[in-house]
């Protein structure tokens, strides 16, 4: 999302520790999908990545489907719960 004349320093700050947020996690489930590719935990987690993805075409393609704000911070909940609970110990 471009940067407006009106946004403060501080919302800056705050959208680009999001944005890198959003890539650890993306980086992480997806390498923990690979990782656990033969198990069903894969799913969920390679489902987190796709979800989480902080790239345009694919937060576009979310935001036509009706997953923002409070939804996709619920299904992501869910998609790390559920790949918790399936990941082998």
Do not use: C, H, N
Not at 28 to 54: D, K, N, Q, T, Y
Not at 68 to 75: F, S, Y
Not at 77 to 86: E, I, N, P, Q
Request: glycine share 4%; aromatic share 12%; proline share 8%.
């Amino acid at each position: 999302m471009p940067l407006t004349p009106f946004e403060t320093r501080e919302k800056r700050v705050w959208r680009k520790l999001f944005t890198l947020l959003l890539w650890a996690l993306t980086l992480f489930m997806l390498a923990s999908g690979i990782v656990f590719l033969p198990s069903l935990a894969s799913l969920p987690m390679l489902a987190f990545a796709g979800v989480s993805l902080p790239v345009r075409p694919a937060q576009d393609l979310w935001r036509r489907v009706g997953l923002t704000g409070r939804r996709k911070a619920l299904v992501l909940t869910a998609l790390f719960a559920l790949s918790a609970y399936l990941a082998p110990v």
